[in-house]
Structures are given as structure tokens and as C-alpha cells.
């Protein structure tokens, strides 16, 4: 899986603000909680620091306790737990106001990171992530978000982040000031320069544990596309194969892993050093001030208390420092993405502007000297110069054997690429010059193996046109042209029957819900890619019939198949290499002598599948 940080031409001229300091800008959006949680983890934190103080005294009462007189020692007792106890509890009710308030801040801020994330690339064309790599986009959006924010939702607690800061610095003015010249030493320069050490290991520690995620994410993604391909695995038998290419991915994972695992060992263990280094320093030095009565036992009990929130402070913050190195690694990571994610998109908002009313388009297109590579391969020119014009309600039909284009024309035409040059117009406009919204609802795909979104058979269908209301009636007027209407009233909750991946329902129905789906928004261009044997006899009749049915009186741009709607087709064009070699209409381009398309006929068992009838 690759994570590493994209580059858009954009950055390049006009280096973007690092991208930490971009998401904490983003994150005091949210100042409103971010100001108050501030200031209570200040006020708890200052608490926090007046706690030693205040037990340094009970334990200085407790060394003169036995002679005191007893009623007026039960009275100062009393009085040091009440302040002891005010001390407790302002510091928890500032701990809660900080964390819920800044939780919510970082939850806020992070949603909004991943709502942009999602819908800038979703405006992309597919190009976009046949080059980014949809594990990469996928990961980002779902795993590299969800670790941001659970990293710092995991450093507010009291001994990590902004707090453990406050409270380490707090700690060590007191502590100094307490010892004196013979602590500051030890407070001053050796505690600090074990913490800068310890921290350093962990910042290290932080960037391993990064990659060692990264390649955990290709562990993901191995693992949800064999799930998701289990038929094939198991008709090829290929279990034991794929969990030693499995074994191969985890393989990486401990490599890098191993290099985090010493790293981690390093930061555990130094942080440790510093903490015994530091309790031993704080014991000589406490002891040497006592023997030269320098030091009373309650400014010793006050000291203990100091060292020890030292001690918790720093061992919390070199985890905080390790989760920043960590954050700061997917931040840059998420940041590029959304870099190239909006470069791409703004180039295609900025083309459509202007044509944001919605004239009643006719469905004329027209490709002229249309040229097109992919772009995750530049160098192989897929179509060389096609020229296609398609009349209001014709029908167009590409034949050709496999690899010669055929899908590369109606995927330039559904604007899931954009060409390299050339131009596509559906009544005279440029394509890319409409927006995306506009062009949708004139335009509609049906593919061979459509997908269904988790949800309702209904929802599904009303999916087709999102932003008037698709009605019961429409939606099932629509099932009704697209023959689904019968069974999916045969099904225990008809319209409202969930669909999801494990449904029992054929992939015929499956495709007449999508035929459905197409319907309900009425395009005026149809892009068909016919289904091929894959369905059985009965199931393929009613779907063949229901596309006949929502061809009628609309453009069509099919990927034929079978001869039956080839034959009824008003136009042939036969694609080879990219290009249109022979077009014409049935009759006239069976009767060429030599021609491809009356050769392809010939050998129709490698074209029209079996069971369409024969020609
Ligand atoms: P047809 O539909 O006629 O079978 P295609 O349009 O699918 O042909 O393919 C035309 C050429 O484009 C083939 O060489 C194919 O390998 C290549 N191709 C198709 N899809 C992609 C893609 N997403 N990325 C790179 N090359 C592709």
C-alpha cells in the first residue's frame, strides 16, 4: 500500500503550510471549545501543581501531630483534608471540562478532515484513483483519520500532551527551588537533558511505528479483496496460495515491525532510566539537605510529591512525543492526498463553470478526433482519433474483439475519464464543460455487473435521482418497465427488502434493479455494455427485454454482444486498436467483402455468446 505523500504541480510552486500546522489551524476552528478547554486544563494543571504543597503540610502536621493537643490537632487535620480535598476535586472538575471540550474539538475537526477528504476525491474521475490507488484513498480516509484522532483523543489524559507540559515545567521550578543550588543539577540540567533523550528515542519510535501502519494497511486490503473474491479462490482452489502470499505481506510487516519492536524496547527502557535516575538523584539530594538541615521533612514530603508527578509526567510525555511523530507522518500523508484530490477536482470545476442551468438537452453526441491513454499508463495510447456521431434516439452499436476499446468510448462518454484530446459534445457543449450534477441525470450507465448499495430495493432504485423526489409511483413504474416489479413483490418485504452483498438475489434481478435505478431519473443518453452468458436463459430473456424497452426514443451507445440487438442497431461501428476501422449499417456492413465486421459474424462463437440466437 502506498502512503507515501503525493505531490500536485500546485505544491510544487506554492509549498502548502506544513501539515500539522494545518490541521491544528483546522482544529482551532474550533475555538469556541478550544479556549475554555484550554483554560481548565491550565486551572487543572495548576491544581495538579498545589497538590504536593499541600500534602508536604499534612505530612509536616503528622511529624509534630503526637504534640499538639489532641482536639487542636483533630481541627488542623481537618483543615488540611478539606483543602487537600478542594485541591482533588478542582482538578477533576477541570480535567472533565478539558477533556470532554477538547474531545469533542478534535472529534469536530477530524470529521470535517474526513467529510473534504471524501468528497474531494469522490469529484474526481476515475483516472484519479487508477493513479492515486484505491487502497491508498480508502486507508486514508478510514485508518489514517480514525488514528489522528485517536491519538489525541488518547494524550488528553491527565499525565500526557498540553498538561504533561505544563505539569513537568511547574515541576522542576519548584523542585529546583526547593533544592536549591545543590538540586538544580539534577532539576535543572540532568532530568531535562534524560527527558530530551528519551523523547528524541520516542520521536523515532513514532515515524517506525508509521510505516509499520502503512504496511498493516496493505495487510487490510490484501485480505478484504480475497474476501471479497472467495468464489474465485475457491474454484481455483487456491486457498493455501493465497495464505502463503499472505504469509509473504506479514512477512514485510515483521521486517518493519522488527526495526519498531527495538525502537519501542529503546524508548520503555529509557524512560524507565529516567525515572529511577531521577528518584535516586531526588533521594541523595533530598538526603544530603535533611543531614545539613537544610531541608524539613515537609518540604521533603512536598519534594516526593513533585518527583513523582515528574516522573508520570515524563514517562506520559515521551508517549505523547512518539504519537506526534506518528501524527505528524499521517497528517502529511492525508494532507497530500487532499492536495491532489482538490488539484484534480478544481481543474474540472473550474472547466464546467457556467453552464450550471439545465437546458433540455436533445442527446446528439458527438466524438471528434478523440485520443485517450489511461492515465496510470501514459505511454499506451488506447484510442487513436475517434470520430462518432450519435443522432438524438439512435442507436449505436461497437462491436469488435476484446482490448480494442469498445468500454474506453462509453467509459470517455460517461466522464469517467476525460480525453487526452479531442472533444466529446452532447448537443454541441463540450462534456467536461457541464457540470458534473447536469450531465448526470442526462446520462446513465447500465453495466453487466452493476452495483447495489447496502439499503432498501426501494432506496436502490430512488437512488437513480437523488435530488427530486423519486415517489413510490415512480419507483415502481420504473421496476415495472425494467421487468423487476414481479419479483421483488415475490420478496418477504417487497420494496422495503434489504439488499446487501449476501442477498439471495440473482445477478439477472440484480441487474434489472439497475435498470430500474437507470430509469427513474429518465436520461436522454443510455450507455449499455449487454449482458453476456453469465445469466440463465429465463433471467437473460427479461433483462434483454427490459433494456429493448428503455432504449426506445433515447441515444444509445451500446457494447453489443448478441446479434439480435446488432441487428436492430442503426449504426455499426467496429472498434480495432483504438480506432473505428468500419461502421455502416447490418446489412451493409455484412455484405463487404472482407470486412471485419462480416468476419467477425462468420466466427460468431468468438463475439456473440451461445446462447443468443444464431445469425
Ligand atoms: P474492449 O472494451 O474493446 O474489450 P477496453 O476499452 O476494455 O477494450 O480496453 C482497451 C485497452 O485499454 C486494452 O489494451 C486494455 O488493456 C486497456 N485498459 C482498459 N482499462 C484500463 C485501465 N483502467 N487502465 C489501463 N489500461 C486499461
Not at 345 to 361: I, Q, R
Request: glycine share 8%.
Amino acid at each position: 500500500l502506498n502512503t507515501a505523500p503525493l505531490r500536485s504541480e500546485s505544491d510544487a510552486s506554492r509549498q502548502p503550510l506544513n501539515p500539522t500546522v494545518r490541521f491544528l489551524k483546522s482544529l482551532f476552528a474550533e475555538w469556541r471549545l478550544l479556549v475554555p478547554a484550554i483554560i481548565a486544563a491550565l486551572f487543572g494543571s495548576l491544581s495538579a501543581v498545589c497538590i504536593p504543597v499541600l500534602y508536604g503540610r499534612v505530612v509536616g502536621f503528622l511529624a509534630r501531630a503526637a504534640s499538639l493537643d489532641p482536639v487542636a490537632g483533630r481541627l488542623e487535620l481537618v483543615g488540611h483534608t478539606i483543602r487537600l480535598f478542594g485541591a482533588f476535586m478542582i482538578e477533576s472538575a477541570m480535567t472533565f471540562i478539558f477533556v470532554s471540550l477538547a474531545a469533542r474539538a478534535i472529534d469536530r475537526s477530524t470529521r470535517r478532515l474526513r467529510e473534504r477528504l471524501f468528497d474531494k476525491t469522490l469529484r474526481n474521475d476515475v483516472g484519479f484513483f487508477d493513479e492515486t490507488g484505491r487502497s491508498r484513498i480508502e486507508h486514508s480516509i478510514t485508518r489514517e483519520i480514525k488514528s489522528v484522532r485517536d491519538t489525541m483523543m488518547m494524550n488528553l489524559s491527565k499525565d500526557r500532551g498540553l498538561r504533561a507540559i505544563v505539569e513537568v515545567f511547574f515541576s522542576l521550578i519548584v523542585s529546583v527551588s526547593i533544592t536549591g543550588t545543590l538540586g538544580f543539577p539534577v532539576f535543572g540540567l540532568l532530568v531535562p537533558i534524560l527527558s530530551t533523550t528519551s523523547a528524541r528515542i520516542g520521536m523515532r519510535n513514532g515515524r517506525l511505528a508509521f510505516n509499520v501502519e502503512k504496511k498493516e494497511g496493505g495487510v487490510q486490503s490484501f485480505v478484504s479483496e480475497r474476501i471479497r473474491g472467495l468464489r474465485t479462490i475457491k474454484a481455483f482452489g487456491a486457498e493455501k496460495r493465497e495464505s502463503q502470499a499472505l504469509g509473504r505481506i506479514l512477512d514485510g510487516v515483521e521486517q518493519v515491525s522488527k526495526k519498531s519492536t527495538l525502537s519501542r524496547g529503546m524508548t520503555e527502557s529509557t524512560s524507565r532510566f529516567t525515572i529511577y535516575t531521577t528518584m535516586l538523584s531526588y533521594l541523595m539530594v533530598g538526603g544530603l539537605l535533611i543531614c545539613s538541615r537544610s531541608l524539613s521533612y515537609e518540604m521533603f514530603a512536598c519534594l516526593t510529591g513533585y518527583v513523582w508527578n515528574l516522573n508520570f509526567c515524563m514517562a506520559g510525555l515521551s508517549f505523547t512525543l512518539t504519537d506526534s511523530a506518528k501524527l505528524s507522518k499521517s497528517l502529511e500523508s492525508i494532507y497530500s492526498l487532499l492536495d491532489v484530490a482538490k488539484s484534480y477536482s478544481s481543474d474540472a470545476e473550474h472547466k464546467a463553470n457556467g453552464t450550471s442551468v439545465l437546458p433540455a438537452y436533445n442527446g446528439e453526441v458527438q466524438f471528434s478526433n478523440v485520443y485517450f491513454n489511461y492515465p496510470s499508463r501514459p505511454d499506451v495510447m488506447v484510442l487513436n482519433g475517434i470520430n462518432i456521431s450519435l443522432k438524438p434516439g439512435q442507436m449505436v452499436a461497437l462491436v469488435g474483439s476484446s482490448g480494442g476499446g469498445k468500454s474506453t468510448i462509453a467509459a470517455l462518454l460517461s466522464r469517467m475519464y476525460a480525453a487526452t484530446s479531442g472533444r466529446i459534445t452532447l448537443d454541441g457543449t463540450d462534456i467536461q464543460s457541464i457540470p458534473p450534477e447536469v450531465y448526470a441525470k442526462q446520462i446513465s450507465v447500465v453495466e453487466q455487473d452493476p452495483i447495489l448499495f447496502q439499503g432498501t430495493i426501494r432506496d436502490n432504485i430512488a437512488y437513480g435521482r437523488p435530488d427530486e423526489l423519486a415517489d413510490d409511483d415512480v419507483v415502481i413504474q420504473a421496476a415495472k418497465e425494467a421487468n423487476a416489479h414481479e419479483f421483488i413483490m415475490k420478496l418477504p418485504d417487497g420494496y422495503n427488502t434489504m439488499w446487501n452483498p449476501g442477498s439471495n438475489i440473482s445477478g439477472g434481478q440484480r441487474q434489472r434493479i439497475a435498470i430500474a435505478r437507470s430509469l427513474v431519473k429518465s436520461p436522454r443518453v443510455l450507455i449499455l455494455d449487454e449482458a453476456t452468458s453469465a445469466l440463465d436463459q429465463e433471467s437473460e430473456r427479461l433483462v434483454q427485454n427490459a433494456l429493448e424497452r428503455i432504449m426506445q426514443n433515447r441515444t444509445v451507445l451500446l457494447i453489443a454482444h448478441r446479434l439480435s440487438t446488432v441487428q436492430s442497431a442503426n449504426l455499426i461501428l467496429f472498434v480495432r486498436d483504438g480506432e473505428v476501422v468500419e461502421q455502416g449499417g447490418y446489412k451493409e456492413l455484412l455484405s463487404k467483402e472482407n470486412g471485419h465486421f462480416r468476419a467477425l459474424v462468420n466466427s460468431a462463437s468468438n463475439y456473440v455468446d451461445c446462447t443468443a440466437p444464431p445469425f
